[in-house]
């Protein structure tokens, strides 16, 4: 609900204005009201109002010299002046402080509810902005960290680089990754989180819950217990007013940034042991175990692919709607994969190297079909590299299958597929045509039109923005080639095709 303060000194105008506008059928909340300036501060600068409703000319402290210390206090509240017809002038000075409307005496129920509402619009869209800042900017962090970990980010100047950009200061001598596991009913858990990555002597991520992993940094090992002595009755002591009990399992210290992938490693390792140890299971489940994984990369067949992940499944599609369990399972999928490939000397799959694209992969996931169709054909990739191993050679087939998952991507080629599928360019084009019909750029132009054929009719999307979801960004070539294959625009195509 919207908030308001009012203030005006004259007081049958005052109360008129406070208890004959219908406040409540229009969501406003009143806070209150006062005959002048002086009087108002203090009560505006304790209640914060969403919104200021003042008089211009009242004594002791005028609307002006109020409007002037609440933009500068209370940023965010929008004020709404009332003015007098020979006032103009006062008008113009409240405009240039920022004032975000005023109205001119005398003034009804109704023009004063129209201010009010424009003012609500605009606050409710600058909340509504600031959730998708903060949700973005906690997506980026949840990212960054789970590459951190799991070894994507493989230079120490790439990891500075990319933590820089997202505000954060990883430059130091020694480093320890602590999990911290948590006990107890947790009433706002987004409140909470920010709360826990607000750590002033450390860095937050993966919080889901009932668990959260923290990066303690200091000048050099000497001052690393130290740290997590200060952090650790921090935490006690945040968690104990939040009703929570709390669990650390500190990990080995690291002297490098390209250590940390190792010692988060030994953490989840040493983990399992105490789990083990106290017969305890985890809540959520953890889908699939490194060594598990690992083994069946080193022995298994690559079509026994599809079953090995199939066991997985349940695990996985019972968690998956959160973000950061998604980050978990990329983490750990990405960190076995690394590790097989080092271990066996044979090159990275070239999409775990563009973090750009492995950030675009967890951040559009939307099931947990496209984790599974994910990890087979990383898994299949290494495999067939392997000592011993032997490379098969893809059908059409599958190449047809990743246009028709990925086509929305507007720098999709026929190198990108050749790639995935790991084959040249001209092998596939050669053999795309001879097994599906029709050539590759005639294949992804049906799928993309025949998409945008159907969002035409069945979505309210504009013109351009059908486009951009089936791949093209330049709109006057996406005209084009629909008219082409069609005979009709876009637009001729939807008018011709809805009531």
């Known amino acids: 609900m919207i908030s308001l303060f009012l203030v005006e000194d004259e007081r049958i105008a005052r109360e008129s204005i406070r208890d004959n506008v219908p406040w409540q059928e229009h969501d406003i909340l009143f806070l209150g009201d006062a005959p002048d300036g002086e009087v108002a501060l203090p009560q505006l600068l304790e209640k914060r109002p969403d919104i200021l409703l003042t008089d211009i000319k009242m004594p002791f402290m005028d609307g002006l010299e109020l409007a002037r210390i609440v ?3 209370l ?3 929008r004020i709404i002046i009332l003015s007098g017809h020979n006032e103009f002038e006062y008008a113009r000075k409240a405009i ?3 004032v975000n409307d005023y109205l001119l005496k005398p003034v009804s129920s109704r023009d004063i509810l129209e201010a009010v509402d424009r003012s609500k619009a605009q606050i409710l869209e600058c909340r509504a902005q600031r959730i998708e800042r903060q949700s973005y900017n906690i997506t980026q962090r949840e990212l960054f960290f789970s590459n951190l970990y799991s070894g994507i980010l493989m230079g120490p100047a790439q990891m500075l680089q990319r933590a820089a950009q997202l505000g954060l200061s990883l430059a130091a001598g020694a480093y320890q990754i602590v999990l911290a596991e948590l006990d107890g009913v947790i009433t706002d858990r987004e409140a909470l989180r920010d709360k826990l990555y607000a750590a002033p002597m450390a860095y937050g991520s993966g919080f889901d819950g009932e668990r959260v992993t923290f990066l303690l940094l200091a000048e050099d090992a000497s001052g690393l217990p130290l740290k997590f002595q200060e952090f650790s009755a921090w935490l006690e002591g945040l968690t104990g007013q939040e009703g929570l009990t709390v669990h650390l399992l500190p990990g080995k210290q690291a002297a490098r940034l390209s250590d940390l992938p190792k010692a988060y490693h030994l953490l989840t390792i040493q983990k399992k042991q105490r789990e083990s140890a106290d017969s305890k299971t985890l809540s959520r489940s953890t889908s699939f175990q490194r ?4 083994d069946f990369l080193r022995t298994g067949k690559p079509s026994a692919l599809p079953s090995f992940w199939a066991h997985y499944r349940p695990a996985i599609e019972s968690g998956y709607s959160s973000f950061v369990y998604r ?5 750990e999928l990405f960190f076995v994969v690394h590790e097989f490939c080092q271990e066996n000397q044979i090159p990275l799959p070239e999409s775990l190297r563009q973090e750009a694209l492995l950030e675009k992969r967890i951040l559009l996931t939307n099931s947990a079909d496209d984790f599974l169709t994910l990890a087979c054909q990383l898994c299949e990739e ?7 191993g032997s490379r098969h050679t893809p059908s059409a087939e599958q190449a047809r299958a990743y246009i028709d998952r ?3 991507d507007p720098e999709l080629s026929l190198s990108s597929v050749a790639n995935a599928v790991s084959v040249s360019p001209n092998h596939l084009s050669t053999l795309f045509k001879s097994k599906i019909g029709v050539g590759f750029s005639e294949y992804l132009t049906e799928v993309r039109i025949r998409q945008a054929k159907r969002l035409l009719i069945t979505s309210d999307l504009r013109v351009s923005e059908v486009g951009e979801r089936v791949g093209y960004q330049n709109m006057e070539y996406f005209s084009m080639l629909f008219k082409k294959n069609t005979g009709q625009t876009p637009s001729q195509y939807r008018r011709s095709h809805t009531l």
């Open 71 to 73: 933009r500068k206090e």
């Open 291 to 294: 060594d598990t994984l690992l």
């Open 75 to 77: 940023p965010d509240t």
């Open 382 to 388: 290494v495999m067939e590299v392997r000592p011993g």
């Open 327 to 331: 980050c978990y399972l990329y983490t």
């Open 406 to 408: 990925h086509y929305t």
């Open 96 to 98: 240039t402080l920022g």
